[in-house]
């Protein structure tokens, strides 16, 4: 069987979409740092879509920091690959907004001179949430090894950050446009938080690059949403059934798909508002809201859920008792934090979430979710903790997350696993003896303030319920656990 390429897009069987616009013709006017599933199954498609319905120089040239497999796999399909809706009915559409694919680290000049292209007016990025290298207090860790080594030699970058500044710099000094930096990933306040890394990485060795940055350069904030499991052996043999080539780089995801841009964009930009994304001064409602109610739910169901032997989120939303928890949070205890705008019916919107859980189509690994929690609790879980702190009340269902979370980690450290967070790894010697009893073992991880603020860690009542959940999870089970917490559900 062929494989996916310009030549070969001529024999895609009809019944799949194809690039409706003329992709030889259009130059590249992005640049991604961070081209995974989620760029191609989101940011690529609406810019597919936009180029579509409106045309313009937007073809996107992505950039993998470290890995080569994307790259090399885009290249020799000529960046097309396949997007797999995984909805009632399967459908298949080839996307083309790619038009470059490159690895930075076999190939540091080349992503520089993408980055300084006169044509580049924008740079997005989903570079996960440690990609940011913030410290809990949300400021740039420079004891981050990456940020550390970039630090040393802001010439030769090898971070997302320390490429944003570099390219900064030479556009700014060979008198090139500044671009405009999109933050794609599940942060809150994104953009603000990509520009005060930027700018303080800059502050440490020029003064007056780091007042550019934060004068001249836009960095709107997004909420980017689409559930997108990685791809498996499933999507590969649906795909090459469907458009009879052979696709290395197709992903898959649900139909749902919202992208909510903060209006601080120049003129000259993609019409992604033709494409569905929405423009609005109010992001920081949608974001917040996201980010407590479909992640903090995600991560409740995930450790929960892999604690009680589920694999997917499918099974664990079919779990009646954690079906029961996490509604009974997201209903009693987040959406009260939430402030609804433009008419957003919060009880209706974690509705539909609860029902993208249950989309039988997608096959979405709680494993996968699982991953580099020290960098998605303290954006989904404790501010809600917080939020009842501050009227001297407690979060007794957010406080079992967490307690779920630490208790995770232990068990998979006392089985000898390492932590799956980068940022735990590099701080496993800080971390306590996982052959502690689970109680003292949490009152301990609450201590690491660098993970989980002194606010939250130092208070009685959340560490009485934190390790009151970590020893009744240990001893009866995550189901009989919530119960003897007293925890209505
Ligand atoms: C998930 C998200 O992996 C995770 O942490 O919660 O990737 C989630 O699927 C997306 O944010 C949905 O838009």
Redesign the pocket.
Do not use: M
């Given at each position: 069987m062929a494989r996916l390429s310009s030549k070969t897009l001529p024999q895609v069987s009809e019944a799949v979409a194809t690039p409706g616009y003329d992709r030889s013709g259009a130059g590249i006017g992005i640049v991604h740092i961070g081209p995974g599933a989620?760029h191609r199954a989101h940011q690529a498609v609406f810019t597919d879509r936009a180029m579509e319905i409106s045309g313009g120089d937007w073809g996107i040239c992505g950039i993998s920091l470290n890995s080569r497999d994307t790259a090399q796999n885009l290249t020799a399909q000529d960046g097309l690959y396949t997007l797999a809706v995984k909805d009632v009915e399967a459908s298949y559409r080839i996307i083309g907004s790619i038009k470059r694919a490159l690895c930075a680290k076999d190939d540091p000049s080349a992503a520089l001179d993408a980055l300084t292209a006169p044509g580049t007016k924008f740079v997005t990025l989903t570079i996960t949430e440690k990609g940011y290298a913030l410290t809990s207090g949300e400021d740039l860790d420079k004891s981050n090894s990456h940020i550390a080594a970039d630090l040393e030699n802001p010439h030769a970058p090898a971070s997302a950050i320390g490429y944003l500044v570099r390219a900064c710099a030479l556009r700014h000094s060979s008198g090139v446009a500044p671009l405009t930096l999109i933050s794609c990933d599940?942060l809150p306040a994104n953009g603000d938080k990509l520009k005060a890394v930027c700018v303080q990485f800059a502050q440490s060795f020029d003064a007056a690059l780091a007042a550019h940055i934060e004068n001249d350069i836009r960095f709107p904030n997004t909420m980017?949403?689409?559930?997108?499991p990685a791809t498996d052996d499933g999507v590969w043999a649906d795909v090459e059934a469907a458009i009879s080539l052979i696709d290395k780089a197709p992903v898959q995801r649900e139909a749902f798909a919202?992208w909510i841009i903060e209006d601080n964009l120049p003129d000259d930009r993609p019409d992604w508002a033709a494409a569905g994304a929405t423009i609005t001064n109010d992001v920081h409602a949608y974001e917040t809201a996201?980010l407590r109610v479909?992640?903090g739910a995600?991560?409740t169901l995930?450790y929960l859920g892999l604690l009680a032997g589920h694999e997917t989120v499918l099974d664990a939303i079919n779990d009646p008792d954690l079906r029961r928890f996490v509604s009974s949070l997201i209903e009693t205890e987040t959406l009260p934090t939430l402030t609804a705008v433009d008419g957003m019916d919060l009880p209706d919107y974690w509705s539909k979430i609860r029902a993208r859980f249950e989309n039988p189509n997608i096959r979405?690994l709680l494993e996968?979710?699982s991953?580099?929690g020290s960098r998605?609790i303290p954006a989904r879980i404790l501010p809600v903790i917080e939020h009842y702190l501050k009227k001297g009340e407690i979060a007794k269902h957010a406080c079992f997350v967490l307690a779920g979370w630490i208790e995770f980690n232990r068990t998979r450290r006392a089985a000898g696993n390492p932590p799956t967070d980068a940022f735990l790894t590099a701080m496993e010697n800080d971390l306590p003896d996982p052959a502690l009893s689970p109680a003292e073992y949490a009152g301990e991880f609450l201590d690491l303030t660098r993970v989980i603020s002194s606010k939250i860690g130092q208070n009685p009542a959340v560490r009485d319920s934190v390790m009151a959940a970590c020893n009744n999870i240990n001893k009866s089970g995550v189901h009989a656990a919530g119960a003897a917490q007293g925890i209505p559900s």
């Open positions: 989620f599940n980017v949403d689409s559930i997108t919202q996201k479909l992640n995600h991560s995930t979405h996968q979710i991953h580099d998605k």
